[in-house]
């Protein structure tokens, strides 16, 4: 898809995935670091999420006001949706299927794997550190440049 918006532009990614390994999926704590086991308390589900990341600061939105953390690692393979959005929520470009390698921010996501922690907030640790922000401008001048 052609966008009008450069990548440059981009504010935020929007993920919707499903987990094709059930053994695979999200692993939360409370602010001690206690395992939390109640589902309705785990800010991602466990075996699909839809999320949103302020790729600025690595900061998924509507992170609930719950001190939880957690852990992810997702065997997405084919099934993701990716939208790379404005600071508007216009469309830079979509895809799906494979896992942008970018999402493996703790081990390499080899097109399958979406792989990362947060903190307490819903901010993606190392996000900043490893210039997730720059990969992901990188990646969508690859993909536009090839329309």
């Not at 830079?92 to 703790?106: A, H, K, M, R, T």
Request: proline fraction near 3%.
């Amino acid at each position: 898809m052609k966008a009008q918006n450069k990548p440059c532009d981009i504010k935020y990614l929007s993920i919707s995935v499903g987990n094709e390994d059930c053994d695979d999926g999200v692993t939360a704590y409370d602010e001690k670091g206690n395992l939390v086991t109640k589902r309705e308390d785990i800010p991602l589900h466990y075996w699909n999420f839809n999320l949103k990341i302020d790729v600025d600061e690595g900061k998924i939105m509507d992170w609930p006001n719950k001190k939880i953390s957690v852990k992810v690692y997702m065997r997405a393979m084919d099934t993701g949706f990716y939208d790379y959005l404005d600071k508007n929520n216009n469309i830079i470009y979509q895809e799906s299927g494979y896992v942008p390698d970018f999402l493996g921010v703790n081990s390499h996501a080899y097109g399958d794997c979406i792989n990362f922690d947060t903190d307490v907030n819903g901010v993606i640790l190392n996000w900043k550190e490893k210039n997730i922000k720059e990969k992901i401008i990188k990646y969508l001048g690859e993909r536009l440049n090839n329309e």
